[in-house]
């Protein structure tokens, strides 16, 4: 007890000194807590995009032979839509289609509509939150309709089907077998050229479309409605079927209906993307174990030079301490106290106001920081090794003085 309240006493004389140690120790548990948390974060999506894979399903792809042709293998036409119906049949296949990550074509639909025996070629897509489209005639979408069988088409689409757009609003059109209710008719002029740099007008690319909210889209996507372009397939295995044997079944029709085209299906490995992942967590894990080693290790540095500091002031006090009795193991416990001392309350410090500052930089990320208990415990544990580790050298050499040098000096 009175090694612990002579410690004390000699901190409280040199308090500036200490708060620049508090400093050190702080800064770094703090910068552990938040890059741990902010991998615990990022493990945690990965755990989550791992367990969205379903290991029942792959891709299909096509490699053209002549390597000058791999960026224009959709000339080459390796998929069309007579393939998925005849794939559809091959055995173990619960689901085939387009590749929906491939390309923007499987954003929109393509088909037909009819009222009372008149058709009209319809071009749909998604109407986005950011959208400056606007109802010519009728009105826009609002939040009501996001489950609604609702539509908003173009003046052509209206003129083909009801003579005049506003005869259009609040009629039903057919597509695909289902009916779509007619809300509005879309504003060509609000699709608006802008002027470039050289105060030229310009304008980006903006077909006009028909539009639908995501949900009913969505589920006239899932039907026969394909793009022109297919770039690859996606392919659902049923369950008791092997991955790789339908895949390689469906590769091999593939080739057979297309006998004449120079090239190979092959179908990806589900199991790469997960090993990738995986590679992913490895390396976070790793850096986070570099930046914890540094922080402690800068932060040890510090608590060494203050207590070396330490030492050289107070050699008179360590020489009457040893000239009156003194042992040289209880000079060296009061220094090492004092740095065990130290970095302890930097270290509870840094933990709270690492904990604040994860709070914070959540709402700034793509996901949530997670700090959790295992975290805090091992950067205390590390605050209490770095105390001893680093305190222990100028400890030792605060004992090793010799009593009649440090007073005379």
């Known amino acids: ?9 000699n901190l409280k004389g040199h308090k500036l000194r200490v708060a620049v140690t ?6 770094g548990i703090t910068s552990v807590i938040l890059v741990s948390s902010i991998g615990n974060g990022m493990k945690k999506e990965v755990a989550d995009s791992v367990s969205k894979v379903n290991p029942n399903k792959t891709r299909i792809s096509f490699e053209p032979t002549d390597s000058n042709m791999v960026n224009m293998s959709a000339f080459l036409q390796p998929f069309t839509n007579s393939d998925i119906e005849e794939l559809s049949f091959v055995k173990g296949v619960e689901k085939i289609g387009p590749s929906k990550d491939d ?19 319809v071009e749909i897509a998604e109407l986005k939150k950011d959208s400056k489209v606007k109802a010519m005639y009728g009105r826009n979408f609002s939040i009501d309709d996001e489950n609604r069988k609702v539509v908003m088409i173009t003046v052509q689409n209206a003129t083909d089907l009801f003579s005049t757009p506003e005869n259009a609003i609040g009629k039903g059109m ?24 050289n105060n030229l007008m310009s304008q980006e690319f903006t077909p006009i479309t028909s539009y639908m909210p995501k949900k009913p889209l969505d589920a006239l996507m899932s039907q026969y409605s394909y793009p022109s372009e ?15 044997e339908v895949a390689n079944n469906v590769c091999t029709k593939l080739q057979d209906l297309h006998p004449d085209i120079n090239g190979s299906y092959t179908p990806e490995d589900p199991t790469e993307q997960t090993q990738a992942l995986d590679s992913m967590v490895s390396n976070i894990n790793l850096f986070i174990t570099a930046i914890t080693a540094i ?7 510090g608590v060494m030079n203050i207590m070396y500091v330490s030492v050289m002031e107070r050699q008179r006090e360590i020489g009457i301490r040893r000239a009156i009795g003194a ?27 690492g904990f604040v500052v994860v709070n914070y930089a959540s709402n700034y990320l793509p ?26 050298v100028p400890a030792f050499k605060a004992s090793r003085l010799d009593p009649i040098k440090a007073i005379y000096k």
């Open 22 to 27: 508090l400093l050190w120790i702080i800064m």
């Open 174 to 197: 057919s597509i695909a077998g289902h009916i779509f209710e007619i809300i509005g008719v879309v504003d060509e002029s609000s699709i608006t050229p802008k002027k470039d740099n």
């Open 295 to 301: 922080s402690m290790f800068v932060g040890g540095v």
């Open 367 to 392: 996901f949530k920081a997670i700090p959790n208990a295992n975290s805090l415990f091992y950067a205390f544990i590390a605050t209490v090794l770095t105390g001893i580790v680093f305190g222990i």
């Open 230 to 244: 297919i770039y690859g397939l996606d392919l659902i295995v049923s369950k008791g079927f092997d991955l790789f």
């Open 1 to 9: 007890m009175n090694l612990i309240k002579s410690a004390l006493a």
């Open 327 to 353: 042992k040289p193991r209880h000079i060296m416990l009061q220094f090492l106290t004092e740095a065990v001392f130290i970095t302890v309350c930097g270290g509870i410090l840094g933990i709270i106001i």
């Open 103 to 121: 390309s923007n074509y499987n954003s929109t639909y393509y088909g037909e509509a009819t009222f009372d025996k008149k058709t009209t070629s």
